[in-house]
């Protein structure tokens, strides 16, 4: 078992992000990744149709030899974690908890914000994730819907990304903030603009490094870590594999093969 894939899904190309760390701290792991692009964003959809899309991907991973599944989707983490955890009999890890442990590391000030979603601020899954360790907290939190098409339309390093994120985050400049949550897996691909907009003092919150951490220890814990040398990851998606290469590629430096596939029949194209 321990030479089995980990499965990482994500509504597009935004746990790419988490993909890449978990490669640099695990890697020897292979991961299978898919990306839901075809019906990105999930953040406008209803928790039922996103509990329906995550458990479709589950669903095609779980046709692999898989020893974890991380939901690398702060969306689907706030919707359905739970649900695939009923149903999964492997360790499955979200992307929200880690991301709220590592903000309360970081604030000097005891004051948060929380960007992401329409979903995932609906949710309120962060407020609930960092009250139940600190209580005390200001928090701050606002939904960025424009956000996650400009990086699926790979506009993420353009002037346009730094006018719309501008827009975006406006509301939040006006608040005392010193630590902001990036509260979906798109936003790190977005942080170059994101720290033009903000204060520099602003300490900046991506869950990828604890949750990769949280994944090396429960594999660790469970005696699964793996030790082949040369790990074959294969990337899937369910849009355009001409996007989905191009962000892939300029985030891990190397060339990539996407495969498309279509979840309503479960097959591989």
């Known amino acids: 078992m321990k030479e089995q894939a980990i499965g990482i899904l994500d509504s597009g190309v935004g746990g790419l992000t988490v993909?890449?760390?978990?490669?640099?701290?695990?890697?020897?792991e292979t991961i299978y990744y898919v990306g839901d692009t075809k019906r990105c964003p999930y953040g406008p959809r209803s928790m039922e149709e996103v509990q329906t899309f995550t458990m479709e991907i589950v669903q095609f991973l779980m046709g692999f030899p898989l020893k974890a599944i991380l939901i690398a989707c702060n969306?689907?983490?706030?919707?359905?974690?739970?649900?695939?955890?009923?149903?999964i009999?492997?360790?499955?890890?979200?992307?929200?908890?880690?991301?709220?442990?590592?903000?309360?590391?970081?604030?000097?000030?005891h004051t948060i914000g929380v960007i992401g979603t329409q979903g995932t601020i609906r949710s309120k899954a962060y407020e609930r994730a960092l009250r139940q360790i600190?209580?005390?907290?200001?928090?701050?939190?606002?939904?960025?819907?424009?956000l996650v098409p400009l990086v699926e339309s790979g506009l993420s390093?353009?002037?346009?990304?730094?006018?719309?994120?501008?827009?975006?985050?406006?509301?939040?400049?006006?608040?005392?903030?010193?630590t902001l949550i990036l509260g979906c897996t798109h936003y790190p691909l977005l942080t170059d603009s994101i720290r033009k907009t903000m204060k520099i003092s602003v300490s900046i919150i991506s869950s990828a490094e604890e949750t990769a951490a949280e994944l090396s220890t429960i594999?660790?814990?469970?005696?699964?870590?793996?030790?082949?040398?040369?790990?074959?990851?294969r990337f899937f998606t369910?849009?355009?594999?001409?996007?989905?290469?191009?962000?892939?590629?300029?985030?891990?430096?190397?060339?990539?093969?996407?495969?498309?596939?279509d979840l309503g029949s479960l097959t591989v194209g």
Do not use: W, Y
């Open 89 to 109: 009999n492997v360790p499955v890890l979200g992307v929200i908890e880690p991301g709220a442990r590592a903000a309360i590391k970081a604030t000097r000030n």
């Open 219 to 233: 594999l660790q814990h469970q005696q699964l870590l793996s030790q082949q040398r040369f790990p074959q990851h």
């Open 19 to 28: 993909a890449r760390e978990v490669m640099r701290q695990l890697p020897r």
């Open 75 to 87: 969306t689907a983490t706030a919707a359905a974690l739970d649900l695939v955890r009923e149903q």
């Open 238 to 261: 369910t849009g355009s594999t001409e996007t989905f290469t191009k962000v892939a590629e300029e985030l891990f430096g190397n060339p990539v093969i996407v495969e498309q596939i």
């Open 134 to 146: 600190h209580p005390g907290l200001a928090i701050h939190s606002l939904a960025c819907p424009t």
């Open 157 to 178: 390093h353009t002037a346009m990304a730094d006018k719309v994120v501008g827009e975006a985050l406006a509301p939040l400049k006006k608040t005392s903030i010193d």
